[in-house]
């Protein structure tokens, strides 16, 4: 019935048929990469912490990271990779005009660096797994 709420169910199939859903449009098999990135943003948001994506294509700057994420002052820009890719000569030159400017830069290959990289910057072990609440 129209403005009935839905159950967390009847939601997640809904998302799971739309183009909004995990994979993008429909018919569209979900890369590694972007599934490190859909579950990185996750555990980000899970600790505490803002981010949003930075532009790509035309309207970015080359070599941008793929995202910055903030927390109590903390600013991280974040590239996500999936091996054996690695940076491309301009993103190496943008990390470290990024780095010598003392801004936080990390390449992210896999959920346990995401991991380490937040415990990194907070002094220890960082919150639950997130991976099991997915």
């Known amino acids: 019935m129209i403005g009935e709420p839905m159950t967390p169910k009847e939601r997640a199939e809904l998302l799971a048929?739309?183009?909004?859903?995990?994979?993008?449009?429909?018919?569209?098999?979900?890369?590694?990469?972007?599934?490190?990135k859909r579950w990185s943003v996750n555990y980000l948001k899970w600790q505490g912490w803002d981010t949003e994506p930075l532009p790509a294509g035309p309207y970015g700057t080359s070599g941008m990271p793929?995202?910055?994420?903030?927390?109590g002052g903390k600013v991280i820009f974040l590239e996500f990779k999936i091996k054996p890719r690695k940076l491309s000569d301009v993103q190496v030159v943008m990390k470290d005009r990024m780095e010598r400017q003392g801004l936080t830069y990390f390449v992210i290959y896999t959920p346990e660096e995401m991991r380490a990289a937040l415990a990194s910057l907070e002094g220890g072990e960082s919150q639950p797994r997130l991976g099991e609440l997915l």
């Open 66 to 71: 793929d995202r910055m994420a903030w927390k």
């Open 17 to 36: 048929k739309s183009q909004y859903g995990r994979g993008g449009r429909v018919g569209k098999k979900e890369t590694p990469e972007t599934a490190l």
